[in-house]
């Protein structure tokens, strides 16, 4: 009995070691699994972002001309002045873009030809944001 006495202690001290550790991992196997989590959800997010939140580089042709039609459509004196595809397109300096091309507008019954060449700056951000550019000249014939 004097052996058996002698193990008990230390398989109880054992027992209670194992418990211990156990708890331990698992707390830690909780950790590392929530921050699995986050991170999924946090790249996720980046790789479902709209393509308008994330530009690479600077606009393509089309989307300066989209921006040339967003100001100069207030100056014409018409209600729906119709924009044709046909535009010149080039880039006069670092983030400066020069667009020539014409609208036709309906006054009085009669369509009216309006020639204009905008020279418009892009200061970063979305391309789609009229206040990510600035107009620095409009000339209209």
Same mark, same amino acid.
């Given at each position: 009995m004097i052996f058996i006495n002698k193990?008990?202690?230390q398989m109880k001290d054992y027992a209670r070691e194992k418990r =211990?550790?156990?708890k331990a991992a698992l707390k830690v196997i909780w950790i590392i699994g929530l921050m699995g989590v986050l991170f999924l959800v946090i790249v996720s997010r980046f790789a479902m972002a709209g393509s308008d939140d994330i530009n690479?580089?600077?606009p393509s042709n089309d989307d300066v001309y989209a921006m040339a039609k967003r100001f100069v459509r207030p100056t014409l004196q018409s209600v729906a002045p119709e924009f044709h595809d046909g535009y010149k397109f080039r880039i006069a300096r670092d983030s400066v873009y020069v667009i020539r091309s014409y609208a036709e507008t309906n006054q009085h019954g009669e369509t009216e030809k309006t020639n204009f060449e905008i020279v418009l700056k892009y200061k970063g951000g979305p391309f789609s944001a009229k206040e990510?550019? =600035?107009?620095?000249?409009l000339n209209e014939d």
């Open positions: 193990i008990a202690p =211990e550790k156990k690479n580089g600077s990510n550019w =600035e107009m620095l000249n």
